[in-house]
Structure formats: C-alpha cells, structure tokens
C-alpha cells in the first residue's frame, strides 16, 4: 500500500481514529471476506463512514468487549478477516480472557484495533488511558504487536495487517494532529523496524506516538553536538533483533521510548533482549511511570511525564 | 426538601449543568447528563442519607456512578449538597483536577469509587450491599445509577444475578433509560429487548417510571422494600433532556457548547 | 478564481457534489459525504484555500453552506 507525503498530512490533520476508518474504508474495496467489529464505539473509531458504506461488512455487538472478542472469534473461524475496535483497556483487560483464548490459544485471525491509546485521551482519564496494554498483549503467545510511529503507518498497518494471518493487537497513540514522521512512502513489513535517521553517538529505539517526540530529541541534540540515531520499532512483538544486534554492535548506550509503561512493553522486550548478550550496552527505559498518571489534556500529561521531545533530548544528554 | 423544592432544583441544576459544561472549554457527556437531572435532584435532594461533614459517617447512603460518564449532573448535585465548593467545582476538566470526565473515588468530594469503564458499579454495590448487612447495618441503602447501554455489559448481569441471590434488599439500582448510547439508538446498536422483564426475570423487584417525574421518583425511593429483593427503577427518560435541540439528538452524547449554542440552551432554559 | 468561487469549488470537491446544490439546504450531514470525516476535509481545504485558521468553535458552529459565508467573514474573507 503506498502512501504520499501530501495523503499523510490531511491524515494527520484527522488524526489516528479517523485514519484508521479512513484505511479500514479503503481496504474493504479489495477485500471480500473482510468484517469490522464494534463495540459502541463505531463513531468514536472513525468508522460511520465504513458503516455506511459496507454495512453488511459491519457489525456493533454494543458495550460488550468479551462478547465482541468472541463473536469475532466466530466470524475469523469461518473465513473473515477480521478488524475489532475499542479503547486499548477495554480490548486488553475487559476481554483479555477472551483474547487470551481466541486469539492466542486458538491462534484465530482477528487484529484488535485499541484506539486511544496511550493517555490520548486526556479527561477522560486513567479507565479509558492504555498504559499496560502492550505489556499484557506481548505476554500473550501467538500475539503479533504493532504500534503505528504516524498516519501513514496506521494505514500501511491496516494493509498489512489484512494480509498477515494471524492474529495482531494494534495500538493507536496520538490524537486529531498526529504529526507526520514519514514525509515520503517507504518499505513497511510487520516485524522489521524502520532507521528513520541515523546517528553514532546515541541509539534510539521508540514507537507509537515517541517516534515523532524522538526525532524532535535528535534535532535538539544534533545542535548540541551530540549524534543520535531514531530505530522506529513499530513492531514490539515480534521484535526486531537483527536491528537491536546492530545497535549493540554500535555499542553507545541505548534509550527506548513509549507512550506506555516503562513495566513491561517496548524498553522491557528491549532490555530483556539486550541483557542476555555478552557486553552489551545499558538499555535506559523511558516512558509512563508504574503508577495511573494524572489526568489532563493530552500534551500536558505528555510534559508531565517528560515525554515531548525537548525532555526527552534533557534525560539523555543527563545520562550519557 | 419537598416536591415543589426540588422541582425548582432539578429547574436550577441544569442551568448549573450547562455553565459548568460551557465554562470547561471543550466536549462534555452533555446528552446523557441532563437527561439525569431529577434523578440526581431527588437522590442529593431528599433520599439519601449523608453528612457532609462527615464524609465517612457509617450510617451515611452509598452512591455508585455506574454511569461514570454522567459526572455533570452528579458534581452539580455534589455542589449543591456541599460536598464540592463553587471553587473545586470550577476545576472541573482542568489539568491535574480531582473532577475529570469521569468520578474518581474521593469521599471527602463525595464520590465513592473510581468509575469510567461501564458495567463495574453494580458489582461494587453487591460487595458493599454485602457488607453492610454483614454488620447489621439496616439503616443504610446502597444506590447506583447505570446506562440502558451499560446493560450491554454482560457483568452487569453477572452482579444483578448475585444481587438476588443474596438477597440484598438494602440495594437499589437505577437504569437511566434514555433509549440512545454512543453510536445511536440503542434498538438498534445492541436491542435489550424488555428491559423491565430481564431485571424481573433475574428476580429484582421493578419499578418503571417517567424519569423526568419528580413525584414519582421520590416515592419510589423512599420506599424500603420487605420481601427481600433488591429493587431495580427503570426511568423512562430523553437523552439531553430539557433543551430542545438536543433532545434525543445523539450529536450530543459527546459535544461541546459554543458561545450560540450555549446561550441558546440557557435561554430555553430560563424562560 | 473570485472568492465565491474558490469556496463552491471547496465543497464540490470536498462532497462530490454538483453546482445546483449549492443553496440553503447544503447542511451538514444532507448529503452523504458531509459526515464528521468529511467536515474535516472540507475546513482543511478552506483554510488552504483562504489561507486561515479556525477556531474550534466556528469548526463546530459550521453546519451549513450558508453559515459558511458568515463564519469566514470573521476572518475576513468575503464570499
């Protein structure tokens, strides 16, 4: 699927939940077998333009997570591809058995689309906040992990999400503005991380919605001398490890960055990776602290927890 | 209070509501707030037992907002009642502020639990309903307000089946059945069939009654049930109510006022 | 192009519409392309065009062709 840069700024200008609807609608023109899942939260993910367009490619099962997660069970075992959304607790932790169980155990083709992930979603506050949701997604066998760096890659993310046939939990950060990383069309495979800029002084490995707050980190630290490399590791699980062995080849010390629990998601698959080869460098893991954060609008939180560019630029240059 | 009373009050609380929404500067749960008004008004007003000075008091009523969505009118009813200060109450959706978009628990605020994810509160109220009589406390009642959306949750059904098994006669839920949720008309979202006959059928006593009606609401909250059930009011009630163009307008479920239309509903509203 | 016209184009673009809709009944949501993806689209393509930016409110009290001319007149465009 190719993107443009002139397609990921209006994306961008929708944001994250519009374009998911926006590549969902797109992708149902080539796809027969496809079927989009709901849980009440249809307008919320973007979808009133699929659903009236392909409404017999659209179900709502109502607020019932579980029972969406089973249905759509029903649906993959009989032939669809499937696409579920909600927020990221609701599909993670509501309906984790179900998941557990359908989508690991059973292994069926379903990809759980957790919109709002992240704190995104500002005052509606810590229920509705995805701050472990990769965390118990990767714990889970058979689960493949994605989380989109801009628009362009929710797009490409659906795309190859439809072709890949087992079972995915995408995760959506950023809101309406989600600024662009790729201004141009590049190569995305699940799986394979991305070097969006290189660097030898420092390495960078982030996802999701820090890939855009890492680029801005390297900007200011280029100014200050200091070379910084930005590995956008969309894929958390499976990681990509042929990219970590060339960063610990590099041997400079290592930072990963998510708008997530530093417990459990990208820096701990990366740390858990690093720490088992010989003279490897430190992995310092920077994200949400291990506690529900504060509720506020979406760019303050960020700032709170030292997670716009400039801080992030100010916690290395302290610990290099 | 009496009827007249809170009648005016209920008149007042969405003035309130409206401001408060407007004031915060973005998207509230507007639809599903006003249409919950009288019954925050006769429970804040005249049902339950509280004292504000002694947000802990043993013998106090528990409130659940199981709709935790529904915070407007239930931090106006709050405010009202003196649990939250005019100038706590302006911190609503302001950065780092105990009052967001949902309750989080605050017993000194008056707010019993955290809520936000649906289909949580009933069962709390169970655990609590449960307790009580487990210390012989017969005075207090547990109360929580859900969504007809909510009754999706299949935990709800869960807790209201637990509800009637041990008999918990000191509990009493409210369904705000305003016919609409998120993505529209709940007939035709998810279609919970005969709601009144589910509660029924999972052996709770039921009452169905015009949520708007002040008289009605009243009385069937005062009523202390004997037959050791707990008791279910199914209100009858329009999302947005109280404003024209927001009534059953779903555009509102999740909207924020601009300056036109923010005069606007207030002027219908003072007339 | 003069300014009536740049703004009709914005919206037979944004809707896949014809030049005769483009009266007192164009409101949002009356015809199937203005949903809330679309309104979008079509306030980011008059700010291209006009070389603005819109308050949220006026994003939000924007529901109509007409209303339209009289939003932009606060930013001093005249159509």
């Not at chain 1, 797109?26 to 899942?37: C, D």
């Not at chain 1, 889970?140 to 801009?150: E, L, R």
């Not at chain 2, 709050?78 to 911190?91: C, E, P, W």
């Not at chain 3, 994003?59 to 009289?70: C, H, L, N, P, V």
Request: net charge negative; with cysteine; aromatic share 8%.
């Amino acid at each position: 699927m190719k993107i443009t840069g002139k397609e990921n700024k209006q994306w961008s200008r929708l944001g994250s939940r519009a374009t998911y609807g926006q590549a969902i609608l797109m992708l149902a023109e080539k796809s027969e077998n496809l079927m989009v899942l709901s849980a009440d939260l249809g307008n919320s993910s973007g979808l009133d333009r699929f659903k009236a367009t392909y409404p017999d490619k659209f179900l709502n099962i109502g607020i019932a997570e579980q029972n969406m997660i089973g249905v759509a069970a029903g649906l993959a075992k009989e032939g669809s591809v499937v696409f579920a959304s909600s927020f990221a607790p609701f599909i993670t932790m509501r309906a984790a058995e179900q998941v557990r169980m359908n989508m690991g155990y059973m292994d069926l083709n379903i990809k759980t689309v957790a919109i709002g992930s992240g704190v995104s979603m500002s005052f509606l506050g810590n229920s509705h906040f995805g701050l472990e949701d990769a965390a118990i997604m990767r714990s889970i066998p058979n689960m493949t992990v994605v989380s989109p760096a801009d628009c362009a890659e929710i797009v490409k993310t659906v795309f190859a999400a439809a072709e890949y046939p087992h079972p995915m939990y995408i995760r959506l950060t950023g809101a309406v503005g989600f600024p662009v990383v790729y201004e141009d069309d590049y190569d995305f495979q699940i799986g394979k991380a991305v070097e969006i800029k290189s660097g030898t002084d420092v390495s960078i490995v982030a996802t999701g919605s820090m890939v855009y707050e890492s680029l801005e980190a390297a900007k200011i630290l280029q100014e200050e001398g200091i070379s910084v490399s930005v590995l956008n590791m969309h894929t958390i699980k499976p990681l990509d490890t042929k990219a970590l062995d060339i960063l610990i080849s590099k041997g400079k010390t290592i930072f990963t960055i998510e708008e997530h629990s530093i417990t459990g998601g990208l820096g701990s698959a990366v740390a858990e990776y690093i720490s088992s080869i010989p003279n490897s460098p430190v992995v310092n893991r920077i994200g949400l602290p291990d506690e529900f954060v504060i509720t506020a609008e979406y760019r303050y939180i960020l700032e709170k927890y030292g997670l716009v560019g400039s801080q992030i630029a100010n916690t290395i240059k302290q610990k290099i | 209070m009496n009827n007249n009373e809170l009648t005016l009050l209920a008149k007042k609380s969405r003035v309130q509501l409206l401001e408060l929404a407007f004031k915060s500067d973005g998207p509230s749960h507007l639809g599903g707030g006003l249409s919950m008004v009288e019954i925050f008004t006769v429970l804040y007003g005249d049902i339950l037992n509280y004292d504000i000075k002694n947000p802990e008091w043993e013998k106090r009523d528990r409130f659940i907002l199981s709709k935790g969505h529904g915070v407007l009118p239930f931090f106006i009813a709050l405010h009202n009642a003196g649990f939250i200060s005019q100038d706590v109450l302006h911190t609503y959706k302001k950065n780092e502020s105990d009052l967001i978009s949902h309750p989080v628990m605050n017993l000194e605020l008056g707010m019993e639990s955290s809520n936000g994810s649906l289909g949580h509160g009933l069962s709390m109220a169970v655990g609590i309903s449960l307790a009580l009589k487990k210390r012989n406390n017969f005075e207090s009642r547990v109360f929580v307000v859900m969504g007809d959306g909510e009754c999706n949750e299949g935990s709800v059904w869960e807790a209201s089946m637990s509800a009637a098994h041990f008999k918990l006669d000191n509990l009493i839920a409210i369904v705000d059945y305003n016919k609409l949720q998120s993505d529209g008309n709940s007939e035709t979202v998810m279609d919970i069939g005969l709601l009144e006959k589910k509660w029924e059928s999972f052996g709770w006593d039921v009452i169905s009654l015009d949520g708007h009606d002040i008289v009605a609401l009243n009385d069937a909250l005062s009523h202390r049930g004997n037959n050791m059930k707990p008791r279910v009011i199914v209100a009858n009630t329009t999302k947005g109510k109280g404003v024209s163009f927001m009534e059953n307008n779903n555009t509102w479920h999740h909207n924020r006022l601009t300056q036109t239309t923010f005069e606007q509903a207030i002027a219908e509203l003072n007339l | 192009m003069t300014n009536k016209e740049k703004y009709a184009q914005v919206f037979i673009d944004s809707f896949s519409i014809t030049v005769d809709q483009l009266n007192e009944n164009l409101v949002y949501q009356s015809v199937q392309q203005w949903d809330s993806i679309g309104h979008m689209g079509m306030v980011a393509a008059l700010e291209e065009a006009f070389d603005i930016m819109m308050e949220t409110d006026d994003i939000i009290d924007f529901g109509s062709y007409a209303k339209g001319i009289e939003i932009l007149a606060k930013y001093n465009v005249v159509i």
